[in-house]
């Protein structure tokens, strides 16, 4: 039986969806959080004060509306209208940052006490007086970085999340104890009862997960992200306490979504009651003829058939050839193993690769080296994949000719 423990109260472990602008209205209760009614349609005017442009005006998250601070609406000859405040139950923020955000340009409240620094978002950090944020958290490889205050996953870096305060490093499938779950980033362990078991995150599909992991119900209608493709012999074994003798671990899934991705031009799992199961689980394709996970040394059967569960191997891996599984930069891979676009004739993939423990802005010589399995050869700097945009004060974003991704580039 699979346990999820969870550090979290109900309330903050609730999954929330914002509406879109447009929506016809006639009241402000009408629209979703971040909205407000104006001319028969919710609209949306900021996310942060910065978007409000100065003046003394302030963001309402709540109505996505640009206020004076005691709620008054400025107006173009300076007086004020409608000061509406929507009530206290609104759901969360999904904003997405823009590709040219760049940096963090959170304001720290009046009563944050202390002097803030100005250091912003995913710059390096001893403690909070070093950011503008006044949010100093922990980092990979016993550093720490500048974070930024938050509601929801979407408004961090694509390797972090959002723990209800501010964003911080994304730990899925890092080990933890099912007893102990606030020892994990989001308070989430999932293992089985009185046993191991490994740190998680919410999603709505497997898309939101690393590389081989699958988006499964861990009880209560809580979708959460557990690696399936790995080896067992028990379904102790597995975060789901469901294992396949030959293909490994599997979970159970309400289509096909919720599996894991593969590598263009290898069949797909599907979802479907198979192997005995009484309802719906990920049924590998009929190509997995073994079971070992990304990151493992890549084996071969009599028939020279790779023994990867996900029926990849790197084999111009450098520290030797090596199972491997398709990425993107938002789902990337799990502990130990980076996103790395890699040249396959005339294809660039993204596939996971071996990775090291030095954080973003490290010196490295090789991108075994860093945890984003990625080393700028340029300024010998760990670097990052920023498809959302975000990069280091002094780094720019900058795509990388031929190989149809971008990297922060000092």
Same mark, same amino acid.
């Given at each position: 039986?699979r346990?999820?423990?969870?550090?979290l109260?109900?309330?903050?472990?609730?999954?929330?969806?914002?509406s879109?602008? %447009?929506?016809?209205? !006639?009241?402000?209760?009408?629209?979703?959080?971040?909205?407000?009614?104006?001319?028969? #349609?919710?609209?949306?005017?900021?996310?942060?004060?910065?978007?409000? $442009?100065?003046?003394?005006?302030?963001?309402?998250?709540?109505?996505?509306?640009?206020e004076m601070?005691?709620?008054?609406?400025p107006?173009?000859?300076?007086?004020?209208?409608?000061?509406?405040?929507?009530?206290?139950?609104a759901?969360?923020?999904?904003?997405?940052?823009?590709?040219?955000?760049?940096?963090?340009?959170?304001?720290?409240?009046?009563?944050?006490? &202390?002097?803030?620094?100005?250091?912003?978002?995913?710059?390096?950090?001893?403690? !909070?007086?070093?950011?503008?944020s006044g949010?100093?958290?922990?980092?990979?490889?016993?550093?720490?970085?500048?974070?930024?205050?938050?509601?929801?996953?979407?408004?961090c870096?694509?390797?972090?999340?959002?723990d209800?305060?501010?964003?911080?490093? !994304?730990?899925?499938?890092?080990?933890c104890?099912?007893?102990t779950?606030?020892?994990?980033?989001?308070?989430?362990?999932? &293992?089985t009862?009185? /046993?191991?078991?490994?740190?998680?995150?919410?999603?709505?599909?497997?898309?939101?997960?690393?590389?081989?992991?699958?988006?499964? +119900?861990? %009880? %209560?209608?809580?979708f959460?992200?557990?690696?399936?493709?790995?080896?067992?012999?028990?379904?102790? !074994?597995?975060?789901?306490?469901?294992?396949?003798?030959?293909?490994?671990c599997?979970?159970?899934?309400?289509?096909? #979504?919720?599996?894991?991705?593969r590598?263009?031009?290898? @069949?797909?799992?599907t979802?479907?009651?198979?192997?005995?199961?009484?309802?719906?689980?990920?049924?590998p @394709?009929?190509?997995?003829?073994?079971?070992?996970?990304? $990151?493992?040394?890549?084996?071969?059967?009599?028939?020279?058939?790779?023994?990867?569960?996900s $029926?990849?191997? +790197?084999?111009g891996?450098?520290?030797?050839p090596m199972?491997?599984?398709?990425?993107?930069?938002?789902?990337?891979?799990?502990?130990?193993? /980076?996103?790395?676009?890699?040249?396959?004739?005339?294809?660039?993939?993204?596939?996971?690769a071996?990775?090291?423990?030095?954080?973003?802005?490290?010196?490295?010589?090789?991108?075994?080296?860093?945890?984003?399995?990625?080393?700028?050869?340029?300024?010998?700097?760990?670097?990052?994949?920023? +498809?959302?945009?975000?990069?280091?004060?002094?780094?720019?974003c900058?795509?990388?000719? $031929?190989?149809?991704?971008?990297?922060?580039?000092?």
């Open positions: 039986m346990l999820l423990a969870s550090f109260s109900s309330a903050a472990a609730a999954v929330l969806l914002a879109c602008a %447009g929506t016809e209205c !006639d009241f402000h209760s009408q629209c979703d959080y971040g909205y407000y009614c104006q001319a028969n #349609a919710c609209r949306r005017d900021c996310q942060i004060d910065e978007d409000c $442009g100065g003046g003394g005006q302030v963001c309402n998250r709540r109505i996505g509306r640009c601070p005691d709620g008054a609406v107006l173009p000859d300076g007086g004020a209208t409608d000061a509406w405040t929507p009530p206290v139950d759901g969360r923020d999904a904003f997405t940052p823009p590709v040219d955000a760049g940096r963090d340009a959170f304001t720290p409240p009046v009563d944050s006490g &202390g002097t803030t620094g100005t250091g912003r978002y995913l710059d390096r950090c001893t403690d !909070d007086d070093d950011c503008a949010r100093c958290v922990d980092d990979v490889g016993g550093s720490r970085f500048c974070s930024r205050a938050c509601t929801g996953h979407a408004v870096a694509d390797e972090h999340v959002c209800g305060t501010e964003c911080v490093p !994304d730990d899925t499938g890092r080990p104890s099912v007893a779950p606030e020892t994990c980033n989001l308070g989430l362990c999932l &293992g009862a009185g /046993g191991a078991g490994a740190c998680t995150r919410q999603c709505t599909s497997a898309s939101d997960c690393p590389a081989g992991y699958a988006c499964t +119900d861990a %009880g %209560g209608g809580t959460v992200c557990v690696d399936i493709e790995k080896p067992c012999s028990t379904p102790s !074994d597995c975060g789901t306490g469901l294992c396949l003798s030959v293909q490994g599997t979970s159970a899934c309400r289509s096909a #979504a919720d599996c894991p991705g590598l263009p031009g290898l @069949p797909a799992y979802c479907a009651v198979a192997f005995g199961s009484s309802s719906p689980i990920c049924v @394709p009929s190509d997995v003829v073994g079971n070992q996970a990304a $990151g493992d040394t890549c084996e071969y059967d009599g028939s020279g058939f790779s023994l990867c569960r $029926g990849a191997c +790197d084999d891996a450098p520290t030797g199972c491997t599984q398709a990425c993107t930069p938002e789902g990337g891979c799990g502990p130990g193993l /980076g996103c790395f676009p890699l040249a396959d004739g005339g294809d660039i993939l993204l596939v996971c071996r990775a090291g423990s030095r954080a973003l802005g490290a010196p490295c010589s090789s991108g075994r080296e860093c945890d984003s399995g990625l080393c700028d050869a340029t300024s010998s700097r760990c670097t990052r994949l920023c +498809d959302d945009g975000l990069c280091p004060t002094g780094w720019t900058e795509p990388v000719a $031929g190989f149809g991704v971008n990297l922060c580039r000092p």
